[in-house]
Nanobody, 127 residues
Framework: QVQLVESGGGLVQAGGSLRLSCAAS????????MGWFRQAPGKEREFVAV????????AYADSVKGRFTISRDNAKNTAYLQMYSLKPEDTAVYYC????????????????????WGQGTQVTVSS
């Protein structure tokens, strides 16, 4: 049974930072592409960042480029999202997702491509 468990969310002031973690079990983590998505109240789930398994290349939404960094530790079966210079508009529930193989970067921006999802962790940025 595949499980993805996010942690690290919380309340932070604008300009602050947080690091989200996504602990995976029940899958061969090193062969999965990992993505982070977020969903704010009343909005659709949107792509944040992705790291592919084969060559560990990364991609980011324009809104977070230069502020967020996605990474993975295959020895710990964990993906991370380091967030700096947080803004109130970053407030959302953040979800990690896993997809077997290495979809193209464009495909990996589509949440429908992912097979497994975590339960989400709330990030709230106050102004």
């Amino acid at each position: 049974q595949v499980q993805l468990v996010e942690s690290g969310g919380g309340l932070v002031q604008a300009g602050g930072s947080l690091r989200l973690s996504c602990a995976a079990s029940g899958l061969t983590f090193s062969t999965y592409t990992m993505g982070w998505f977020r969903q704010a109240p009343g909005k659709e789930r949107e792509f944040v960042a992705v790291i592919r398994w084969r060559i560990s290349d990364t991609a980011y939404a324009d809104s977070v480029k230069g502020r967020f960094t996605i990474s993975r530790d295959n020895a710990k079966n964990t993906a991370y999202l380091q967030m700096y210079s947080l803004k109130p508009e970053d407030t959302a529930v953040y979800y990690c997702a896993a997809r077997g193989g290495s979809p193209t970067t464009v495909r990996a921006m589509n949440p429908a491509v992912f097979d497994y999802w975590g339960q989400g962790t709330q990030v709230t940025v106050s102004s």
